[in-house]
């Protein structure tokens, strides 16, 4: 079973930046995609952003040109930087590991951003 720990989250100004990391509990390379989804207070979670073993990367409409996945297979990590913070990217970020069909969550982390 693989474990995911998410760090990064905090408080920001709009327009500010955070960077999400997320450490998984063992290697990376059997996994076949990571990503971050996010649940906003009333809100049903939404993915924010995936990215595959290949490298191909998908972005929810609202974060395109602001926010950029990444993966580092030799650190075992996904990384989440997240620029031009608006009052609506407000959730509790979690990140997400597939494997075999099977999904593995994080705790989730807290980004508030403030008007």
């Known amino acids: 079973q693989v474990q995911l720990v998410e760090s990064g989250g905090g408080l920001a100004h709009t327009g500010g930046s955070l960077r999400l990391s997320c450490a998984a509990s063992e290697s990376i390379f059997s996994i076949n995609a990571m990503g971050w989804y996010r649940r906003a207070p009333g809100k049903q979670r939404e993915m924010v952003a995936r990215?595959?073993?290949?490298?191909?990367?998908y972005y929810a409409n609202s974060v395109k040109g602001r926010f950029t996945i990444s993966r580092d297979n030799a650190k075992n990590t996904a990384s989440l930087q997240m620029n031009s913070l608006k009052p609506e990217d407000t959730a509790v970020y979690y990140c997400?590991?597939?494997?075999?069909?099977?999904?593995?969550w994080g705790q989730g982390t807290q980004v508030t951003v403030s008007s």
């Open positions: 990215i595959t073993s290949t490298g191909s990367t």
């Open positions: 997400n590991a597939e494997r075999l069909g099977t999904g593995y």
